[in-house]
């Protein structure tokens, strides 16, 4: 029998391959009703309900179709008897994005509870570091 732990990794690999797809239906699955989510874009007081959470995705998909890329590179996950999070590092971005910043990660971070034997994602938080700004630094010497 497989663990929470293993459960919970196969829940999020399987979202991350539809949302690579544009699969909306896989996306949508073993998300609460009452999901919260932060995400990159706008609203930034972000999206309460399954179907607010549902219409991020069709900008989204139409984006990517564009040969963006949707990977998860690194994924770690903790789970209790009934609650459980996970945290992940993405390739996220068009062939140029990459290109442009090839270190850069989409970061994931999830919050999931055990509803009538089966897990859920409650909370979801998606963010890209900001990028370091390039400034000239002046070195200032007093007059001696």
């Not at 971070?109 to 859920?120: C, F, H, N, V």
């Not at 409650?122 to 400034?135: K, L, Q």
């Amino acid at each position: 029998m497989a663990t929470d732990e293993e459960l919970i990794r196969t829940l999020i690999e399987d979202w991350a391959a539809a949302v690579h797809r544009g699969d909306l239906a896989g996306v949508l699955a073993d998300h609460a009703t009452d999901i919260v989510m932060f995400d990159v874009p706008p609203p930034y007081e972000g999206v309460r309900g399954i179907d607010a959470y549902r219409e991020t995705w069709p900008p989204f998909f139409e984006w990517q179709s564009r040969g963006a890329a949707f990977a998860v590179e690194s994924l770690d996950v903790t789970a209790g008897t009934d609650v459980a999070f996970a945290y992940a590092l993405l390739r996220c971005g068009t062939p140029q994005d990459l290109a442009e910043r090839p270190a850069q990660r989409l970061r994931l971070t999830l919050g999931l509870q055990k509803r009538d034997g089966r897990w859920a994602v409650a909370h979801e938080h998606h963010s890209f570091p900001e990028a370091p700004e390039v400034t000239e630094v002046t070195e200032v010497t007093a007059a001696e």
